[in-house]
């Protein structure tokens, strides 16, 4: 009997479809609220103007996470936006994602991360041992922890996050080469006309979140 699907597998499927609908233009805009210059969106109908380019992608430096709080994180995201045919979260460089926005646009989430990773440490060694670790679990055994406590708020904003990073310009720290812009079809120009009301659809927010606001 084949094995039965659970809630990851279809992760992947669920964030493709709602950033289709949503396009890279407004994920783009929330990564940089609260930032001093807003981010230039992006459209595969709009085309780009007068020659602008986009800042260079920084350097995949951490700034708020350990090493291992990084391998933990990288491993949570490489669940929710998974590398089978395609590249996922790690090639995308989400972790840089989060962990920059962790010290700028999101600092005030921090507490949030720092406690949801102490609970997935606790979650993990309750069901594997005292010395387990998360990243070092398989895929299976990720799937089950995560399961126990994708209801929390650090799994919905870790879920959301992983989205944003994968979605995000590259100069915020994710998207590294438009990987996820290349993965939705997005082309790489600007945008002038947000989709203002979309994110407030409850079908889009459980499309995004998990959960509807």
């Known amino acids: 009997m084949a094995d039965q699907p659970n809630s990851f597998d279809f992760s992947r499927r669920d964030f493709v479809v709602g950033a289709t609908?949503?396009?890279?233009a407004w994920i783009a805009a929330a990564c940089a609220r609260g930032t001093d210059t807003p981010a230039p969106a992006a459209s595969s109908t709009t085309p780009a103007m007068n020659g602008m380019t986009d800042s260079p992608?920084?350097?995949?430096?951490?700034?708020?996470?350990?090493?291992?709080?990084?391998?933990?994180?990288?491993?949570?995201?490489?669940?929710?936006l998974p590398s089978d045919d395609s590249p996922g979260a790690?090639?995308?460089?989400?972790?840089?994602?989060?962990?920059g926005s962790?010290?700028?646009?999101?600092?005030?989430?921090a507490p949030m991360f720092d406690a949801g990773l102490a609970e997935l440490?606790?979650?993990t060694t309750k069901a594997h041992g005292p010395n387990a670790k998360f990243s070092a679990l398989t895929t299976?055994?990720?799937?089950?922890?995560?399961?126990?406590?994708?209801?929390?708020?650090?799994?919905?904003?870790?879920?959301?996050?992983?989205?944003?990073?994968f979605l995000s310009?590259?100069?915020?720290?994710?998207?590294?080469?438009?990987?996820?812009?290349k993965f939705i079809g997005q082309e790489h120009v600007f945008e002038h006309h947000p989709p203002f009301g979309w994110y407030d659809q409850p079908e889009n927010?459980?499309?995004?979140?998990?959960?509807?606001?």
């Not at 609908?21 to 890279?24: C, I, K, T």
């Not at 790690?90 to 962990?99: K, N, P, R, S, T």
């Not at 299976?140 to 990073?165: H, N, Y």
């Not at 310009?169 to 812009?181: Q, R, S, T």
């Open 21 to 24: 609908a949503l396009g890279a």
């Open 57 to 80: 992608a920084p350097a995949q430096q951490l700034k708020h996470f350990s090493a291992d709080q990084a391998k933990e994180i990288d491993a949570i995201a490489s669940r929710i």
């Open 90 to 99: 790690h090639e995308a460089g989400v972790l840089y994602f989060i962990d």
């Open 102 to 109: 962790l010290t700028t646009f999101s600092k005030d989430q």
């Open 121 to 123: 440490a606790k979650a």
């Open 140 to 165: 299976a055994q990720q799937d089950a922890v995560l399961t126990s406590i994708e209801k929390t708020p650090f799994f919905g904003v870790m879920r959301f996050a992983t989205l944003a990073g």
């Open 169 to 181: 310009l590259p100069k915020y720290g994710g998207n590294k080469d438009f990987i996820g812009w």
């Open 205 to 213: 927010q459980k499309a995004l979140l998990g959960r509807v606001l």
